[in-house]
């Protein structure tokens, strides 16, 4: 299992900071789009260093790298 933090508010912040918005703002909650406890057990319980997890939120595809990084395009 890996030490990695929950990479839900992290995500949320990086897609508001990309869009120049607060994260409250953000319509719908990500929680509408995604499971946040699926993706976060995927990301902690990762055993593997080729783990990428994406999906697609506000028309931005969110990446999240075996170290928990996010990354919005």
């Keep these: 299992m890996n030490n990695l933090e929950n990479p839900i508010p992290q995500i949320v912040d990086v897609v508001a900071e990309a869009e120049g918005v607060e994260p409250v ?3 719908p909650p990500l929680a509408e789009v995604v499971d946040p406890d699926a ?3 995927l990301v ?3 055993t593997t260093s ?3 997890v994406r999906f697609a939120y506000r ?4 990446v999240i790298d075996n170290s928990g990084r996010v ?3």
């Excluded at 028309?59 to 969110?62: K, M, P, R």
């Design 25 to 27: 703002t953000l319509d």
């Design 71 to 73: 990354q919005v395009d």
């Design 59 to 62: 028309g931005h595809d969110v």
């Design 44 to 46: 902690e319980d990762s």
């Design 50 to 52: 080729a783990l990428d």
């Design 39 to 41: 993706v976060t057990r």
